[in-house]
């Protein structure tokens, strides 16, 4: 029957606990079984499974290319042992039982895939030394995940397996200590085969230790082979790792090699022993045969890309440039043609360290014998353009002085959650501090990080600078030493460690960093000419962004008392400086924001404004002591000139409960293209600037309720007493603080509310107090994303009257501007507006209403304010699962014979409303004269459109769950007869 299969290209076999054989023979072995056409094979969970055939026919699988072994107890081994060899593990032959015998021919096979074969002890035998002894040199990928007794993946000479082999996957093989194990003695055909290896994956490894090892005379060139076309290593939860590259592989040429990904996490903690990405020969251990040259250094060659390491908690360095050696008496710092140093990962780009909890240094150097070379090509690190850290909380410091001489390449720097780190560039060095001073007579010429593009620090509480520059923290009355004034003046006149990390960034984002007190020193402000875009936020000790304190206008840095403070000898000395230094310059800067920066007082001071050319946004929120924006600076600042922002777009000042104003000096201002202005939660603000403020395309003020129309502009002067006035019209404090006065409830034109506005924690937005003040209000929209909570129970609030007479009249409020209503994810709202006795809400220029995803919400209109929706076109309801019928009838009024109209109605959308049972359950009749679409879907509780009579004269076909179906008859007919029919809706 298996021969007559001519055409059976996939075959899979399952759960059969009793199989014992693919293919019962019947001829005593005689002949050959053959699947033509055969290209897949899986067999999964036979535990009674010892073989593909019970004879010793040949079968013959030519077109094979994808097997998989899952659950296969009963096989030590996949390809038959050699007769001529003994296996590694036994010596007994009889005891293997591999899953293939000699008379199987798959000379196409792939894939191969192996899971869960509890007795496997290995794929081929151990001493396979040719491709004749086996046939497995088309195999492509090999995957092998939880085989827990196999020890060798490869035979001694696996050259003869990698020539077609491009990706290799080990999981949660508990035997397996090593991947590659080659025995020298065993290779015989290495001049025939080069390595197709690209990827290597191994996961929750226990005792693996390392990749390749050699055992016997070594030899590189069998290691340039296996590992030439290498491109991604990935090592994940493999406790016991040692090191990926032994001397012999980092003397290679691995021309491919880009991505390596380390994973150190482990259940326990070993001492004294370190997961390296190279080791140099003088630690290597476990190397078999003799080294020629064991004191040579090993530097690495491979073209390696990208770096990850993650959870390797033993480790302290990342890279030792070289090895310490302090009798050293070199400080040569410079390349000469006779003084070449090896490079170290010279096409390294990427490099993430991820939760190194004992790593206190990337770099450690010897900076005796470090050489920085002239030509920065020859450096290691060149290419180096992205670093990022997360959870490295022993690190104090990223960058040593010169490292920044080493990365002219350096594009980004993210630095997250790292307890310990209290400076990005330090001034420390690793070796011995009197290393400062032979070194920044040396180099001065290279500029540090000039590429520089992005640096982002988050969440790192003992951050106290950014570089060194700012390590030693002076202030205008602190005692410093004559050493400290020389290194001071010094780094001032020829840039040593002078702020280069932020003098060259592009874009700076700093959040949560609770201990850092200044951004810019004033060494660094006016040379701040590449930023772009500054974010800070959550950083409750920052006193000021750009260092200006100190400065006196003799152009020194004020007096110091200099002395080492020990005794009454301090003498008193004025501390040169450049010109200049204490402007604030920002020629590029475009976009700003400042947020919850508790004891900042000021952005700006006005010196700074002239070079605020570029600047296109600014925002500053939730800053408690903040007093001014801009700080007036007389010195520099006539009060005749006019302060001009050419490129200022948008402006936002919020919840800044101690704001003065932007400025207080009598300047005039002219904002050419500013057009949005956000300004709502500072009391204290009673004008914007005192003198006069010119923004010719400014149309409307943003509060935190909304778009209001201009009004007076920026050029409003108020009184406490004109503020309190206004404040009984507010229902809430919260109200009061989402306004900012002269704007109210009486000059809102637009209402749109997202994301993580303050307007969502409201109950009602719109309070009954102010229902007559929303005269101007023209839109509705609120967008609420899944992940924030609101608040918001109803966006009209009509409350009831106090007065029991039943003949009270009813008051009509009409809101005769407002077209649009669209609400969204308000999963607390229960009403837009509720039925009252006394107070009836009209609409009459309305034009769309859309609701979705309000899953409250009940109904939306009443009987008796449907009247004045003439200008309605458009109504959308979706997803809102409480949702029972769309007007509401008031139970006690009489409906019979009246005829409701809505004359522009043209669009009816009503979708995913599983309560749904009509649009209006009243007596009254509906008359559509423009309606021209309906769609109802997944509404399956509706029985009826409205109780009344419905027309629609312009209705040609309704959208239904079923499909598009002509309207033949009104909605109530249609609804009827196609529930009689079985449709469901």
């Known amino acids: 029957m298996a021969s007559g299969l001519m055409k059976l290209e996939r075959l899979k076999v399952s759960q059969c606990p009793v199989l014992e054989v693919l293919v019962h023979g019947e001829n005593s072995g005689a002949g050959v079984i053959k699947f033509q056409e055969l290209k897949f094979l899986s067999l999964e969970n036979l535990p009674k499974l010892v073989g593909l055939c019970n004879t010793v026919n040949a079968i013959e699988l030519p077109e094979l290319v994808e097997l998989s072994l899952d659950g296969l107890p009963n096989f030590t081994s996949i390809y038959p042992q050699n007769t001529c060899a003994t296996s590694s593990m036994s010596s007994n032959i009889s005891a293997i039982q591999p899953f293939f015998n000699k008379e199987v021919l798959i000379p196409k096979l792939g894939i191969l895939r192996i899971m869960k074969m509890d007795k496997l002890e290995e794929i081929w035998p151990y001493q396979v030394c040719s491709s004749d002894e086996v046939d497995a040199c088309t195999l492509r990928e090999i995957k092998v995940k939880e085989c827990d007794n196999i020890v060798n993946l490869f035979p001694t000479n696996p050259m003869f397996l990698l020539g077609r082999l491009e990706d290799l996957y080990v999981s949660k093989c508990g035997s397996i200590e090593v991947l590659f194990e080659i025995d020298m003695s065993c290779v015989g055909e290495i001049e025939e085969?080069?390595?197709?290896?690209?990827?290597?994956?191994?996961?929750?490894?226990?005792?693996?230790?390392?990749?390749?090892?050699?055992?016997?005379?070594?030899?590189?060139?069998?290691?340039?082979?296996?590992?030439?076309?290498?491109?991604?290593?990935?090592?994940?939860?493999?406790?016991?790792?040692?090191?990926?590259?032994?001397?012999?592989?980092?003397?290679?040429?691995?021309?491919?090699?880009?991505?390596?990904?380390?994973?150190g996490r482990r259940p326990w903690e070993e001492s004294g022993r370190n997961i390296e990405l190279i080791r140099k020969s003088q630690e290597i251990t476990e190397v078999y045969g003799d080294i020629a040259d064991a004191g040579f250094s090993i530097h690495p060659k491979p073209v390696l890309n990208r770096l990850d390491l993650r959870d390797c908690k033993d480790v302290e360095v990342v890279f030792e440039i070289e090895s310490s050696?302090?009798?050293?008496?070199?400080?040569?710092?410079?390349?000469?043609?006779?003084?070449?140093?090896?490079?170290?990962?010279?096409?390294?780009?990427?490099?993430?360290?991820?939760?190194?909890?004992?790593?206190?240094?990337?770099?450690?150097?010897?900076?005796?014998?470090?050489?920085?070379?002239?030509?920065?090509?020859?450096?290691?690190?060149?290419?180096?353009?992205?670093?990022?850290?997360?959870?490295?909380?022993?690190?104090?410091?990223?960058?040593?002085?010169?490292?920044?001489?080493?990365?002219?390449?350096?594009?980004?720097?993210?630095?997250?959650?790292?307890?310990?780190?209290?400076?990005?560039?330090?001034?420390?060095?690793?070796?011995?501090?009197?290393?400062?001073?032979?070194?920044?007579?040396?180099?001065?010429?290279?500029?540090?990080?000039?590429?520089?593009?992005?640096?982002?620090?988050?969440?790192?509480?003992?951050?106290?600078?950014?570089?060194?520059?700012n390590a030693r923290g002076r202030s205008r009355s602190s005692t410093?030493?004559?050493?400290?004034?020389?290194?001071?003046?010094?780094?001032?006149?020829?840039?040593?460690?002078?702020?280069?990390?932020?003098?060259?960034?592009?874009?700076?984002?700093?959040?949560?960093?609770?201990?850092?007190?200044?951004?810019?020193?004033?060494?660094?402000?006016?040379?701040?000419?590449?930023?772009?875009?500054?974010?800070?936020?959550?950083?409750?000790?920052?006193?000021?962004?750009?260092?200006?304190?100190?400065?006196?206008?003799?152009?020194?840095?004020g007096t110091n008392n200099v002395g080492d403070g020990s005794d009454d000898t301090c003498t008193t000395m004025t501390i040169p400086r450049s010109a200049n230094m204490n402007l604030v310059e920002l020629p590029n800067l475009t976009i700003l924001h400042i947020r919850n920066c508790e004891v900042l007082e000021y952005i700006f001071t006005s010196s700074t404004l002239e070079s605020l050319k570029k600047l296109k946004e600014l925002n500053v929120k939730e800053c408690k002591a903040m007093q001014i924006i801009v700080k007036e600076d007389g010195e520099h600042t006539e009060t005749s000139k006019t302060i001009v922002f050419p490129c200022l777009k948008s402006l936002t000042l919020a919840d800044l409960p101690d704001l003065k104003g932007f400025f207080l000096g009598m300047n005039e201002f002219r904002w050419p293209v500013l057009e949005k202005v956000k300004i709502y939660g500072c009391p204290q603000m009673m004008i914007f600037t005192s003198g006069h403020s010119m923004a010719p395309k400014l149309n409307h003020i943003h509060t935190g309720l909304g778009k209001h129309s201009l009004e007076c502009g920026l050029n409003f002067h108020l009184t406490?007493?004109?503020?309190?006035?206004?404040?009984?019209?507010?229902?809430?404090?919260?109200?009061?603080?989402?306004?900012?006065?002269?704007?109210?409830?009486?000059?809102?034109?637009?209402?749109?509310?997202?994301?993580?506005?303050?307007?969502?924690?409201?109950?009602a937005i719109f309070p009954c107090k102010e229902l007559l003040n929303l005269k101007n209000l023209e839109k509705l929209h609120i967008n609420?994303?899944?992940?924030?909570?609101?608040?918001?129970?109803?966006?009209?609030?009509?409350?009831?009257?106090?007065?029991?007479?039943?003949?009270?009249?009813?008051?009509?409020?009409?809101?005769?501007?407002?077209?649009?209503?669209?609400?969204?994810?308000?999963?607390?709202?229960?009403?837009?507006?509720?039925?009252?006795?006394?107070?009836?809400?009209?609409?009459?220029?309305?034009?769309?209403?859309?609701?979705?995803?309000?899953?409250?919400?009940?109904?939306?209109?009443?009987?008796?304010?449907v009247r004045s929706l003439s200008q309605l076109q458009e109504l959308q309801i979706s997803y809102c699962v409480n949702m029972n019928v769309i007007v509401k009838h008031v139970e006690d009024s009489e409906t019979r014979g009246i005829e409701v109209v809505f004359p522009s109605l043209k669009t009816i959308t009503l979708r995913w409303l599983p309560n749904l049972t009509g649009f209006c359950l009243g007596k009254a009749d509906f008359v559509w004269p423009s309606l021209d679409t309906l769609e109802i879907k997944d509404c399956p509780k509706i029985t009826v459109f409205t109780n009344g009579q419905s027309t629609t004269p312009k209705l040609k076909l309704i959208d239904a769950t079923f499909g598009l179906c002509d309207a033949t008859e009104d909605p109530n007919s249609f609804i009827k007869s196609k529930q009689q029919e079985g449709w469901q809706f």
Not at 236 to 258: H, W, Y
Request: proline share 4%; charged share 20%; hydrophobic share 35%.
């Open 193 to 263: 085969y080069s390595s197709n290896l690209r990827s290597i994956h191994v996961e929750v490894l226990g005792k693996l230790r390392q990749l390749w090892r050699m055992k016997g005379e070594s030899s590189s060139d069998i290691l340039i082979r296996s590992c030439e076309a290498l491109v991604k290593i990935n090592i994940n939860n493999c406790e016991r790792f040692v090191n990926v590259f032994t001397p012999t592989v980092t003397n290679s040429d691995v021309k491919a090699l880009m991505n390596v990904s380390i994973d």
């Open 325 to 469: 050696s302090r009798s050293s008496s070199s400080r040569d710092f410079t390349t000469t043609p006779h003084n070449h140093q090896p490079l170290l990962l010279p096409y390294l780009k990427d490099l993430r360290l991820i939760n190194m909890e004992r790593m206190s240094h990337v770099w450690k150097c010897n900076w005796n014998k470090l050489l920085i070379p002239q030509n920065q090509s020859q450096s290691s690190f060149y290419n180096l353009t992205s670093i990022v850290l997360y959870r490295c909380n022993s690190i104090k410091y990223l960058f040593s002085p010169l490292m920044g001489k080493l990365l002219p390449n350096l594009k980004e720097v993210l630095i997250r959650n790292c307890d310990g780190i209290e400076e990005v560039v330090s001034n420390r060095f690793d070796e011995n501090d009197e290393m400062a001073t032979s070194l920044s007579t040396h180099h001065t010429n290279t500029i540090s990080f000039p590429l520089i593009d992005y640096l982002c620090l988050d969440t790192l509480p003992c951050l106290k600078s950014i570089d060194g520059g």
């Open 480 to 557: 410093i030493t004559t050493t400290s004034i020389h290194d001071h003046f010094k780094c001032s006149q020829v840039g040593v460690v002078s702020w280069f990390l932020c003098q060259y960034s592009k874009k700076i984002e700093i959040w949560r960093c609770h201990a850092l007190s200044r951004v810019f020193p004033s060494s660094v402000v006016g040379q701040l000419h590449k930023l772009e875009q500054l974010t800070i936020s959550q950083c409750k000790s920052l006193v000021e962004l750009f260092e200006i304190e100190g400065v006196n206008n003799d152009g020194v840095d």
């Open 720 to 763: 406490n007493a004109s503020q309190e006035t206004q404040l009984p019209m507010c229902s809430t404090p919260d109200m009061i603080n989402l306004l900012q006065f002269p704007w109210s409830f009486s000059n809102l034109v637009e209402v749109d509310a997202q994301h993580r506005d303050k307007l969502l924690q409201s109950r």
């Open 784 to 865: 609420i994303p899944p992940y924030p909570k609101s608040s918001i129970e109803e966006v009209f609030e009509v409350v009831e009257g106090t007065n029991d007479d039943a003949n009270e009249t009813q008051s009509v409020v009409e809101l005769p501007n407002l077209k649009e209503v669209t609400l969204f994810q308000l999963h607390t709202m229960q009403h837009m507006w509720k039925s009252s006795r006394s107070i009836v809400l009209n609409f009459p220029n309305l034009t769309k209403v859309s609701i979705k995803y309000c899953g409250l919400l009940g109904h939306v209109f009443t009987c008796c304010m």
